[in-house]
């Protein structure tokens, strides 16, 4: 199983920007999938989060100004970022509990990060 993370970039402040994950792989399910970012020299933190059926969470800090949406016919889940601000500035990772082929129990997965700067 593989998480492919796309569409960061460098954007100016109030900008938007839209990042995707898709998961690919021999698997049974997708129970969750999550996008995290780490800026330098700070832990790494969950931004937004969304099960199947469930609704979705966020940091504090984007609610309001993010989207966190799960496609679960195309296996992927999208981050859609308005009103982007400087202190979004970070290496965003896409995460995801799958259930492999095979198996009864769901893995943590992570995707490669994706850097989004955001000047002011």
């Known amino acids: 199983v593989q998480l492919q993370a796309s569409g960061g970039g460098s954007v100016q402040a109030g900008g938007s920007l839209r990042l995707s994950c898709a998961a690919s792989?021999?698997?049974?399910?997708?129970?969750?999938m999550s996008w995290y970012r780490q800026a330098p020299g700070k832990q790494r933190e969950l931004v937004a989060t969304?099960?199947?059926?469930?609704?979705?969470k966020y940091l504090n800090s984007v609610n309001g100004r993010f989207t966190i949406s799960f496609d679960n016919a195309k296996n992927s889940v999208y981050l859609q970022m308005n009103s982007l601000k400087p202190e979004d500035t970070a290496v965003y990772f896409c995460?995801?509990?799958?259930?492999?082929?095979?198996?009864?129990?769901?893995?943590?997965?992570w995707g490669q990060g994706t850097q989004v700067t955001v000047s002011s």
């Open positions: 792989g021999s698997f049974l399910s997708i129970d969750n």
């Open positions: 969304v099960a199947a059926g469930d609704t979705p």
């Open positions: 995460n995801a509990y799958i259930i492999p082929s095979g198996s009864r129990l769901s893995y943590d997965y």
